[in-house]
């Protein structure tokens, strides 16, 4: 079974550009979450997505931060405009149903100079 | 505000050497308690779901116990290709389970 796919890998932009994050989760995972990891710490969650629904978007920027998971599969994540602290690991992750298990995916590195 | 806290940050251990890693959490509500791991430019790898005080499970090196303030992580005579970062994280039970994650124990096992 494919894991939990994203792209790009890693990215490199200049602060005030714009960034966007795709994510394809595991096929038939309902629940698809964003989350941004900082160097040493663990894993915050952004964005909670149930099929095309938004479940939690408490601790997502909305100044600067926006996510839409279209037709319930893929998912992309952009930030507008970046920040220097916006610098992190951006995190997809789903799961069948909430509240099962959540798989996740390799991340996107993201650096912002 | 639920709150998980790792102990310790970081640990050292020779091949072989047995240790356990320390996860305390405040929640209202536990629905349950997991244990991740991560490995340098990957995404966390699940390991372990705890739902209740007295709970047990075991993998290979690895056995995750539950109480209802902590959780340990112990490991048997572990080998190098277990040093990787282990993440504890917690749901509750009324809300939409989302995962709340302490910051991590880096584990390095020297042969």
């Known amino acids: 079974e494919a894991g939990v796919a994203q792209s790009p890998r890693y990215k490199i932009i200049e602060k005030r550009q714009s960034v966007a994050f795709w994510c394809n989760p595991i096929?038939?995972?309902?629940?698809l979450y964003w989350y941004q990891q900082i160097l040493g710490q663990g894993p915050k969650l952004l964005i909670q997505?149930?099929?095309?629904?938004?479940?939690?978007d408490s601790q997502l920027p909305k100044d600067r931060f926006s996510a839409e998971r279209l037709k319930g599969v893929d998912s992309t994540l952009k930030i507008q405009p970046a920040k220097l602290e916006d610098s992190a690991v951006y995190l997809c992750?789903?799961?069948?149903?909430?509240?099962?298990?959540?798989?996740f995916g390799p991340g996107t590195r993201l650096t912002v100079l | 505000e639920d709150q998980v806290t790792q102990s310790p940050e970081a640990l050292r251990l020779q091949e072989g050497e047995s240790s356990s890693l320390n996860c305390s959490y405040t929640?209202?509500?536990?629905?349950?308690l997991f244990w991740y791991r991560q490995d340098p430019g990957k995404g966390p790898e699940f390991l372990f779901t705890?739902?209740?005080a007295g709970e047990e499970k075991e993998k290979e090196r690895l056995k995750a116990t539950l109480t209802k303030k902590e959780s340990f992580l112990h490991i048997t005579a572990p080998k190098p290709e277990d040093s990787a970062t282990y993440l504890c994280?917690?749901?509750?039970?009324?809300?939409?389970?989302?995962?709340?994650f302490g910051k991590g124990t880096l584990l390095t096992v020297n042969p």
């Open positions: 992750a789903s799961s069948l149903d909430y509240p099962d298990t959540q798989y």
């Open positions: 096929s038939g995972h309902a629940t």
């Open positions: 997505f149930q099929n095309n629904g938004v479940v939690d």
């Open positions: 929640v209202s509500g536990l629905r349950g």
């Open positions: 705890l739902y209740s």
């Open positions: 994280a917690v749901s509750r039970g009324v809300s939409n389970y989302k995962l709340t």
